[in-house]
């Protein structure tokens, strides 16, 4: 019984470590950027590491050719460039928790923290 208490205690301890190295983690992220492209770079979407928008670039060369009736053609650049981005910030967030792990798979672990979905 005092085994199980103590490993009680022990499992507390790195608890309490693991949530302050997930805080660290979530203002790193803050911090980085990503950078989802589409059209050979036409556009370009830029994410911070939590999957924030930053911004969202087009190249004017690009907006002088869908001036007109090629709205659509705009609309899918950005929603792929967003996506990839979006693939760029998972990536990022995989490795930040695999350093806080150890490379263990605590499956959920990412959105414990709400530092993915």
Known sequence: MFDQLKNLGS???NAA???EKAEQMRAELE???VTGEAGGG???VILTG???CVSIE???NLMIGIAGDDKAVAEDLITAAFNDAQVKV???LAEHVSEITGGMDLGGLQGMMGLGD
């Open 42 to 44: 036409a556009v370009r």
């Open 31 to 33: 911090k980085k950027t």
């Open 17 to 19: 470590a693991m949530r």
């Open 90 to 92: 998972h990536e990022l």
């Open 50 to 52: 939590q999957a924030r």
């Open 58 to 60: 087009i190249d004017k």
């Open 11 to 13: 499992l507390m301890k």
